[in-house]
C-alpha cells in the first residue's frame, strides 16, 4: 500500500493543506506546534479510524470551527488507485466514503491501509497498564482479520447489553433472568472466538518479538512473554476451540452469583493479558527506561513482520517524533527496518539533519511544515 496524498481541512492547526508523498521515506520536518503529528494522526484516522493518540474527535476539529475533513490517495498492491474521504462534524457523527461514493462504517476500513505507529505516546504498551498491551495486539489482529474485528465488535455490544442488565438489578432490584442467560451465551461464543483466535495469533506472533529484541539487546537480557487468557489456568489444556467454550462456560457460572453482587461482568477476553517478563521480572513493573524502548521498539518490528505474512498489502510506518527518544543503536535499528524492506515510511522530526548521523539513505522526500 501506498499514500499518493492527502488533503486536510480543518484539521488541529491546519485550515487546508495538501501534501503529496514519495513511495519510500518521506520526512516531516519544523518547529514543535506547527503540525506535523497532525499530518501522521490523519494517517491514522484513515487506516484505523482514529488518532493513534488518545483524544477524541472533536479536539481534532480546528478552533473556532465546526468540522474536520480529510481526503486521501493511496495505490494498493495492484497499482490500483482508490480514493477516501473522512468528515466529522462537531455533535455528529463521522462521515467516510469511498471513491464511488459508497458510505461506510469506521470497521470498513480497518486493515485496508495497514499501519505500524511507533511513537513515544505508546510507552505504556510495554509499562502500563493490560488494557494498553490489549489494544495493541488486538490493532494488529483488526487490521489482519476481518473475522476478528467482528467479532470483536459483537464482543463488545454483549459486554455491554450485559452490564446493563447488572446495572438494572442495582437499580431496580429487578432481574431478567432469561434474557441475562441469553446475553451470558452470546458472550461465551464470541468469547471463544476471540481467544481461540488470540492463542493461535501468539504462536505465530511472540517468535518475531523475541527474535528481534535479541537483535537490539544483542542477548544481554533474557525475555519470555506469555499471552495470559483471564481465569485459564493452564493453555496446554485448551487445544481446540471447543476446550475454550468448555472452559469459558466453567468460568461463567463459577462467576455468575459474584457479578449479580459486583453488577458487572467479571471474565472475559476484556481482562486478558501479555505478560513480558525481562530477566525473571514482570518487564511493566522491572524494565529500565532503556530495557523500555527496546521491548516496544520489538514488538513494533514484530508487529511490521507479522503484517507482512499476513496482509495483501505491504503496511506503511509511521514514525512520531521518536529519534528525540532513542539512542544511536536504536535508532539505526529502526532505520534498518525502512532501508531492507522498501516500505513507505512517515517521519516527523524537528531538525531532518539529524538524520543525516545515520547510514545514507535515498529517495527521502522531505516536508517542510511552517
Same mark, same amino acid.
Given at each position: 500500500?501506498?499514500?499518493?496524498?492527502?488533503?486536510?481541512?480543518?484539521?488541529?492547526?491546519?485550515?487546508?493543506?495538501?501534501?503529496?508523498?514519495?513511495?519510500?521515506?518521506?520526512?516531516?520536518?519544523?518547529?514543535?506546534?506547527?503540525?506535523?503529528?497532525?499530518?501522521?494522526?490523519?494517517?491514522?484516522?484513515?487506516?484505523?479510524?482514529?488518532?493513534?493518540?488518545?483524544?477524541?474527535? &472533536?479536539?481534532?476539529?480546528?478552533?473556532?470551527?465546526?468540522? =474536520? #475533513?480529510?481526503? !486521501?490517495?493511496?495505490? $494498493?498492491? %495492484?497499482? /490500483?488507485?482508490?480514493?477516501?474521504?473522512?468528515?466529522?462534524?462537531?455533535?455528529?457523527?463521522?462521515?467516510?466514503?469511498?471513491?464511488?461514493?459508497?458510505?461506510?462504517?469506521?470497521?470498513?476500513?480497518?486493515?485496508?491501509?495497514?499501519?505500524?505507529?511507533?511513537?513515544?505516546?505508546?510507552?505504556?504498551?510495554?509499562?502500563?497498564?493490560?488494557?494498553?498491551?490489549?489494544?495493541?495486539?488486538?490493532?494488529?489482529?483488526?487490521?489482519? &482479520?476481518?473475522?476478528?474485528?467482528?467479532?470483536?465488535?459483537? =464482543? #463488545?455490544?454483549? !459486554?455491554?447489553?450485559? $452490564?446493563? %442488565?447488572? /446495572?438494572?438489578?442495582?437499580?431496580?432490584?429487578?432481574?431478567?433472568?432469561?434474557?441475562?442467560?441469553?446475553?451470558?451465551?452470546?458472550?461465551?461464543?464470541?468469547?471463544?472466538?476471540?481467544?481461540?483466535?488470540?492463542?493461535?495469533?501468539?504462536?505465530?506472533f511472540l517468535p518475531y518479538f523475541f527474535d528481534e529484541y535479541r537483535k537490539i539487546a544483542n542477548n544481554n537480557d533474557s525475555l519470555f512473554a506469555e499471552y495470559k487468557p483471564f481465569a485459564f489456568?493452564?493453555?496446554?489444556?485448551?487445544?481446540?476451540?471447543?476446550?475454550?467454550?468448555?472452559?469459558?462456560?466453567?468460568?461463567?457460572?463459577?462467576?455468575?452469583?459474584?457479578?449479580?453482587?459486583?453488577?458487572?461482568?467479571?471474565?472475559?477476553?476484556?481482562?486478558?493479558?501479555?505478560?513480558?517478563?525481562?530477566?525473571?521480572?514482570?518487564?511493566?513493573?522491572?524494565?529500565?527506561?532503556?530495557?523500555?524502548?527496546?521491548?516496544?521498539?520489538?514488538?513494533?518490528?514484530?508487529?511490521?513482520?507479522?503484517?507482512?505474512?499476513?496482509?495483501?498489502?505491504?503496511?506503511?510506518?509511521?514514525?512520531?517524533?521518536?529519534?528525540?527518544?532513542?539512542?544511536?543503536?536504536?535508532?539505526?535499528?529502526?532505520?534498518?527496518?525502512?532501508?531492507?524492506?522498501?516500505?513507505?515510511?512517515?517521519?516527523?522530526?524537528?531538525?531532518?539533519?539529524?538524520?543525516?548521523?545515520?547510514?545514507?539513505?535515498?529517495?527521502?522526500?522531505?516536508?517542510?511544515?511552517?
Amino acid at each position: 500500500m501506498r499514500i499518493q496524498n492527502i488533503s486536510l481541512y480543518n484539521l488541529r492547526c491546519h485550515r487546508q493543506r495538501f501534501f503529496e508523498f514519495s513511495d519510500s521515506i518521506n520526512v516531516i520536518f519544523g518547529n514543535n506546534g506547527v503540525g506535523k503529528t497532525t499530518i501522521l494522526e490523519a494517517i491514522s484516522i484513515a487506516s484505523i479510524s482514529k488518532s493513534f493518540l488518545p483524544i477524541s474527535d &472533536s479536539l481534532l476539529v480546528k478552533y473556532g470551527e465546526n468540522k =474536520y #475533513k480529510i481526503d !486521501l490517495t493511496t495505490l $494498493n498492491h %495492484l497499482n /490500483l488507485q482508490e480514493t477516501l474521504s473522512i468528515e466529522y462534524s462537531l455533535g455528529g457523527r463521522k462521515s467516510i466514503t469511498n471513491g464511488y461514493g459508497e458510505k461506510l462504517q469506521p470497521k470498513d476500513i480497518i486493515g485496508a491501509i495497514p499501519t505500524i505507529i511507533l511513537s513515544p505516546d505508546l510507552k505504556n504498551i510495554t509499562s502500563g497498564a493490560p488494557s494498553a498491551r490489549r489494544s495493541f495486539f488486538d490493532s494488529i489482529l483488526c487490521q489482519t &482479520s476481518k473475522v476478528y474485528l467482528d467479532n470483536l465488535v459483537q =464482543y #463488545k455490544k454483549c !459486554l455491554k447489553n450485559r $452490564n446493563n %442488565l447488572l /446495572l438494572a438489578l442495582k437499580k431496580n432490584a429487578f432481574f431478567d433472568e432469561s434474557e441475562f442467560e441469553e446475553w451470558t451465551n452470546l458472550l461465551i461464543h464470541y468469547s471463544a472466538e476471540i481467544i481461540w483466535k488470540r492463542i493461535n495469533f501468539f504462536t505465530e506472533f511472540l517468535p518475531y518479538f523475541f527474535d528481534e529484541y535479541r537483535k537490539i539487546a544483542n542477548n544481554n537480557d533474557s525475555l519470555f512473554a506469555e499471552y495470559k487468557p483471564f481465569a485459564f489456568e493452564n493453555l496446554n489444556t485448551i487445544r481446540s476451540k471447543h476446550d475454550t467454550l468448555t472452559r469459558l462456560s466453567e468460568i461463567a457460572e463459577k462467576y455468575k452469583n459474584i457479578e449479580k453482587f459486583r453488577y458487572q461482568t467479571l471474565f472475559g477476553p476484556h481482562k486478558d493479558e501479555l505478560a513480558i517478563y525481562i530477566n525473571g521480572g514482570l518487564a511493566k513493573d522491572f524494565a529500565s527506561q532503556g530495557q523500555h524502548k527496546s521491548l516496544l521498539i520489538a514488538l513494533k518490528l514484530a508487529e511490521y513482520y507479522y503484517i507482512m505474512n499476513n496482509h495483501t498489502e505491504k503496511p506503511i510506518i509511521l514514525l512520531d517524533d521518536i529519534f528525540s527518544e532513542l539512542d544511536q543503536q536504536r535508532s539505526e535499528k529502526v532505520l534498518h527496518l525502512m532501508d531492507f524492506n522498501r516500505t513507505q515510511v512517515f517521519i516527523t522530526i524537528t531538525n531532518h539533519q539529524f538524520l543525516n548521523s545515520y547510514k545514507p539513505m535515498q529517495n527521502i522526500n522531505l516536508i517542510q511544515i511552517t
